[in-house]
């Protein structure tokens, strides 16, 4: 599986935008780009996946460049329930759907 | 959404002994389901992957032995630790996939602590 590059940290703002990049540059065609959450002391919580093109779900947006290299995770209004470590994953389900977990960016949410 | 449980969510136990931890899936099938453990700071790192009636299979540096997996039902994995010591002191966490599902569900983590 491609492996991703992540900022350690980032602070955000209650109630502004959260941007959390991340780098895939040798993802492969068909691998998909997923992120996941882990609150302190809990089990990750699945946030929202992709493949090329930008997705939405309740929880968060995924925007993946043109040529698949980058994403950016953006969480639209960020609350302070929203600090904890997030993961950029990629994977290809030929792997038996194995999800390899880097170290993540740290976003602390600030009142 | 899918719900994963483990139980139980914290035990402590002495040196030499066997803890078991379940992960049940609660309202999907899981054909596939996945062991993590967690050090403190660090990030999860996979021990093994099972799906429904077939063997586990392991990643490097995780003896079998040690740590045994069933994953007899479509709705519950076990993982047993075997003769615990404390360096197998750990956040273990499980997952579940459905058939044809993209996404992993995860558990909300057991806590063991080896006297």
């Known amino acids: 599986d491609a492996k991703t590059t992540q900022p350690p940290s980032m602070d955000c703002a209650e109630g502004r935008a959260a941007n959390l990049p991340c780098n895939h540059s040798t993802i492969s065609g068909n691998e998909y780009v997923y992120w996941y959450r882990q609150i302190h002391s809990q089990g990750p919580q699945y946030i929202i996946h992709?493949?090329?093109n930008n997705e939405t779900n309740e929880m968060a947006s995924l925007i993946i460049t043109e040529d698949r290299k980058s994403s950016t995770l953006i969480l639209p209004h960020a609350t302070l329930r929203d600090t904890a470590v997030y993961y950029c994953?990629?994977?290809?389900?030929?792997?038996?759907?194995?999800?390899?977990f880097g170290k993540g960016t740290l976003l602390t949410v600030n009142p | 959404g899918a719900v994963v449980s483990q139980h139980p969510s914290r035990v402590i136990c002495k040196s030499g002994t066997s803890v078991k931890i379940e992960c049940r899936s609660l309202d999907f099938q899981a054909t596939t389901m996945f062991w993590y453990r967690q050090f403190p700071k660090q990030s999860l790192m996979l021990m093994a992957t099972s799906n429904e009636g077939s063997k586990a299979t392991y990643e490097q540096g995780v003896e079998k032995d040690k740590f045994l997996i069933n994953h007899a039902s479509l709705t519950l994995s076990t993982l047993t630790v075997t003769s615990a010591h404390p360096e197998d002191s750990s956040f273990y966490i499980c997952s579940a996939r459905s058939r044809g599902g993209n996404e992993q569900f995860f558990g909300p983590g057991t806590r063991l602590t080896v006297l």
């Open positions: 992709g493949l090329k």
């Open positions: 994953i990629v994977e290809d389900g030929g792997s038996n759907y194995k999800l390899t």
